[in-house]
């Protein structure tokens, strides 16, 4: 049996990018397919923090819904956007190989990094992140696409505005005017694409585990472990990267309080084929250490 697979996907630049990404990958072992662009609740509301919403997975819940549904057969995501916990019914696919790892800052000059300053980001983890580092700089939320937070830092009196490498340079607009934030975690599966599925769909199942980066998706596994077992959600300022080198599993993870005046953070290693708990055992550790009472913090921050 062959069929037409209707990929669904988010319709910013980012997201249409990602999902041709997958259309050709999949037309290229035989497939037949189509892309179906949805606006997610997400990408409405853009007056809003995002931790503001009380909503996990708001970039995600419109393709859920429309996959459920039958709209669609299968969804794209950045996978840093995808609760811990997928839908009833809806099954990881593939992870796609992940791209650029690091945060970046996008800037207007970098003197003020010495004194004080404007950025914007509307991420709670690099917020506090950014505050853990530069306790004398102002944060700003900032919220869109790619292309609408680059505009609004130019037409903005901010120092500079964070953003994923990986998505800026997947549509090709990374200015030149750009640091690494090499000490900044990212957030957990962050540069790597998810694909889910129907877990009654053989077909679609099938097609795509031709797709699947093991070794990506092995990272990635672990640092969402990490996240779910801390129940962090994907707004809690929560970073971690696992990192494979030479056989070996690299983990580092940490939690911190809003205005990054807390933070407590984790590091393990431990070869491949051993590390089916790693990120699992450094959240219990982290919050045994004084990160149980930060969580149930902001639970209640979060969550009012």
């Known amino acids: 049996m062959s069929k037409v697979i209707r990929i669904g996907t988010r319709d910013s630049e980012l997201a249409l990018w990602q999902a041709k990404t997958v259309q050709r990958a999949l037309e290229h ?33 419109t393709l859920d819904v429309a996959m459920i549904k039958g709209e669609v057969d299968i969804a794209v995501h950045s996978m840093k ?20 790892t690091l945060d970046i800052l996008v800037h ?3 003197d003020f990094l010495e004194t004080e300053g404007m950025i914007a980001t509307g991420s709670l983890r690099r917020k506090a992140q950014w505050l853990h580092r530069y306790p004398k700089h102002r944060v700003t939320d900032l919220r869109g696409n790619v292309n ?9 009196d901010w120092n500079g505005a964070i953003f994923a490498a990986a998505g800026l340079e ?8 750009h640091i690494n934030l090499n000490w900044m975690l990212p957030a957990p599966a962050q540069g790597a694409m998810l694909i889910v599925a129907m877990e009654n769909d053989d077909y679609c199942r099938k097609a795509l585990a031709a797709l ?7 990272c990635v596994h672990i640092e969402r472990q990490f996240l779910r077992t801390l129940e962090g959600g994907c707004t809690a300022p929560i970073g971690a990267l696992a990192e494979i080198v030479d056989g070996n599993v690299h983990f580092r993870g940490a939690l911190f309080s809003l205005d990054g005046k807390q933070k407590f953070e984790t590091e393990k290693i431990l070869p491949l084929g051993a590390h089916a708990e790693i990120g699992k055992n450094a959240a219990i550790e982290l919050l045994e250490n004084g990160g149980k009472e930060l969580m149930q913090e902001l639970r209640k921050i979060l969550n009012t």
């Open 170 to 177: 997947r549509i090709e607009v990374l200015p030149e005017n």
């Open 108 to 110: 207007k000059g970098t």
């Open 148 to 156: 609408t937070r680059l505009q609004k830092l130019q037409d903005n």
């Open 29 to 61: 072992t035989g497939h037949q397919t189509e892309l179906v662009p949805v606006k997610s609740t997400g990408d409405l509301n853009l007056d809003q923090p995002l931790y503001e919403m009380g909503i996990t997975g708001i970039f995600t819940k």
């Open 81 to 100: 956007d995808v609760p811990t916990a997928l839908p009833k019914g809806i099954v990881e696919g593939a992870v796609m190989k992940r791209a650029n």
């Open 212 to 218: 699947n980066h093991e070794a990506s998706q092995v």
